[in-house]
């Protein structure tokens, strides 16, 4: 067959190197160090690193570390080990904090150039001079007073601003873009040539793009400290000072963003420009950036601030303690992206706030989830925990297609691949996840059958091992009921069925059960040649102490966090997730056990075998089987010495099952 397609060098990203086809693909994926990452930031490294990795070029993973309230050292360690356990390597690890003195530099230099100013208007004033009347319409652009001020005056006042000589909002450096630019000025004339309309085209597109409305270059923080460059400085750069320059710096060819940066595309390109990093109306010279469609999943919530509600809860109730969450994250970055800075907000300001604690109103909402890395959530965290092999991930990333279009998609949609993916690349092992214990009444006491039984009897190559089939087995409690009935299959009184992986079937003699619980305790069966074929298979377990089996296990099952399949949706301003959330998304057995097949499962790790996780990051939730009949399971990083935790990855059927 011929060799597979590299989705790198098709579709859109095959346009996007035909733009710029460079001999050294230099690109980046910028995080910002505030949060733990999402499965959609696995679609923002996998097209990065793989793009880069392609065209025999390299990537970068840049801490785009320039807000200093928001970063915290276990953010940088999580994303430095989800790039890692996706399999790719940084060509270097750099922080846009790095070059804070370079941009401080650029900025005096900006004004040097004429090109940038210090304001001192407060938002509203801000508004106005956008155009934005208070009656919600329209009016003209215009310049603040401060827009024409000299060099000599801005330098003072700028350098007055890094002293600490301002409070947070009173004084911002804004870039002299296109804001005042008049009607006039780009109006076509008839007898204009054609090189002064497609002049004129270009300005009136850049004069009426928010995103060019002299927006923040620098401003001065409420908390300053800066957790690598701690307390030097006081003023801090903007997104859309910093990222154009730094990728400038680290000589990004090809700057790979989401679509919500397109409109931000004329800004990049006119500060590279203005500092000339970057030739006018070119690509050629300096860092492109083009953008790709986000990738959404439904089913979920991805939001960094609603999540952190969910591991940590919440306090409703109280006005002024109330939390912003109403509004989603990207609508937050783009209102950080295109206005004067306003005052940050603190996203751990409500779930701290004690002043409501005082008030009767208010509500405390406890957690809902263990931690940023609980199996149920959607972070890189959480999905390696649960056991989601990193090559599911990419490939339902490409499958997806990487375009320009957002990628739509939901969770039983992940699941679906993931399945597809561990199905032919993981063992196969029996286990039970709520034993009832079966006697073989016509066998010896110390009966003791060495089965072989292929990890995958579709795949030679993963090999056998040995399990031994005794006097007393374990089946799982849904395999059996009480009376007959003919639309049931499997055990029941005076009914017989097949063993997996055994000779023969065995036939149910009779059961007892513990009166208090009303659950069945123990069956007794007949087990042999002589017994009638039954019309399906089960899956069994063991027990034999030389054989190390069976191996006690704890197994969790997980379902969806919330009952709406849109939890986006729910009100969250006023934890009304907090009613919707499924009493059944976590389900232990704590009597669950397992073939001893499973040893040679924990030490062969990891599986997939050929995924390559890379070396050293075997861990736990490497650790990854189909268990008969069952789900597909990995082990759960609380496992240790002699105690097994499971947790179930995706179940084997769509239609769910345990
Ligand atoms: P969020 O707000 O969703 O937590 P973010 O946009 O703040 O994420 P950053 O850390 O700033 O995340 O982004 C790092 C990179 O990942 C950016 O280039 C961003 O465009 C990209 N990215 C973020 N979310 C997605 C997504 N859902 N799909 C694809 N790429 C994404
Ligand atoms: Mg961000
Ligand atoms: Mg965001």
């Known amino acids: 067959p011929a060799p597979p397609e590299d989705p790198f060098k098709k579709g859109w990203l095959k346009g996007v190197y035909d733009e710029k086809p460079v001999k050294e693909v230099h690109t980046r994926f910028p995080p910002e160090p505030n949060g733990y990452l999402h499965i959609g930031h696995a679609k923002a490294i996998t097209v990065n690193f793989g793009f880069a990795k392609s065209h025999g070029g390299i990537c970068n993973l840049r801490f785009d570390d320039t807000n200093p309230s928001k970063e915290e050292e276990r953010y940088f360690t999580a994303i430095k080990d989800m790039v890692q356990w996706l399999g790719f390597e940084p060509a270097k690890i750099t922080y846009s904090s790095d070059e804070f003195d370079k941009l401080y530099e650029l900025a005096e230099e900006l004004i040097k150039r004429e090109k940038a100013y210090v304001c001192y208007c407060s938002p509203d004033e801000v508004k106005k001079g956008r155009g934005k009347l208070p009656n919600g319409e329209h009016g003209l652009r215009t310049a603040c007073k401060h827009w024409s001020r000299d060099v000599e005056d801005n330098l003072t006042d700028f350098r007055k601003m890094r002293d600490g000589g301002y409070k947070p909002g009173e004084a911002v450096l804004r870039m002299k873009q296109y804001l005042a630019t008049k009607p006039e000025e780009y109006e076509v004339d008839e007898e204009d040539s054609l090189e002064v309309k497609k002049q004129k085209e270009k300005l009136k597109a850049m004069a009426n793009n928010p995103a060019l409305w002299d927006c923040a270059a620098y401003r001065v923080t409420k908390n300053s400290h800066h957790h690598r460059t701690g307390d030097k400085w006081r003023i801090y750069p903007t997104y859309e000072f910093t990222h154009c320059i730094v990728d400038a710096l680290e000589q990004i060819s090809h700057s790979l963003c989401t679509v919500e940066f397109e409109t931000l595309r004329p800004a990049y390109n006119w500060l590279l420009e203005a500092l000339d990093m970057k030739q006018g109306a070119s690509d050629e010279q300096g860092p492109m950036q083009r953008e790709y469609g986000r990738l959404n999943v439904e089913g979920t919530i991805l939001s960094k601030r609603r999540i952190a509600m969910l591991v940590e809860g919440t306090t409703v109730g109280d006005a002024s303690a109330a939390p912003s969450t109403g509004v989603e994250e990207v609508a937050d970055d783009m209102d950080e992206l295109t206005l004067a800075e306003e005052g940050e907000e603190d996203p751990s300001a409500p779930l701290e706030s004690t002043k409501s604690s005082t008030d009767k109103a208010t509500r405390r909402i406890p957690p809902a989830v ?261 789900a597909f399971f990995a082990l759960d990083k609380e496992a240790k010495g002699g105690k097994v935790v499971l947790n179930r990855i995706v179940s084997l059927r769509a239609d769910g099952g345990k």
């Open 370 to 630: 263990l931690d940023w890395d609980d199996p149920r959530l959607f972070t890189l965290v959480a999905l390696r925990r649960r056991g989601v092999p990193p090559g599911a991930l990419k490939k339902f990333v490409l499958d997806l297609g990487v375009t320009k279009a957002n990628a739509n998609t939901a969770t039983h949609t992940l699941d679906a691949n993931i399945r597809t993916y561990l199905e032919r690349t993981v063992p196969r092992l029996m286990l039970v996840l709520d034993p009832i214990k079966v006697v073989l009444t016509n066998l010896p006491d110390d009966y003791v059958e060495e089965r072989e039984v292929p990890f995958d009897p579709k795949d030679k190559a993963k090999g056998t091992h040995k399990v031994p089939f005794t006097k007393t087995i374990y089946i799982d409690r849904d395999d059996f009921r009480e009376e007959d009935d003919p639309d049931f299959f499997r055990l029941s009184p005076g009914q017989s069925v097949g063993l997996l992986n055994a000779e023969h079937p065995v036939k149910c003699l009779s059961f007892s059960k513990d009166n208090s619980t009303g659950k069945v305790t123990e069956i007794l069966a007949k087990y042999g040649a002589d017994v009638p074929a039954g019309k399906a298979r089960i899956h069994w377990v063991g027990e034999s102490t030389a054989h190390n089996s069976p191996i006690k296990l704890e197994a969790r099952i997980f379902n969806p966090l919330f009952k709406s399949s849109k939890p986006n949706e729910l009100d969250w301003k006023n934890a009304g997730y907090y009613d919707n959330l499924n009493p059944d998304s976590l389900v232990k057995y704590e009597n669950a056990m397992v073939e001893c097949g499973f040893e040679y499962v924990r030490d062969h790790a990891p599986w997939p075998r050929e995924e390559g996780e890379a070396k050293g990051m075997v861990e736990n939730s490497s650790v990854r089987f189909q268990g008969l009949r069952t």
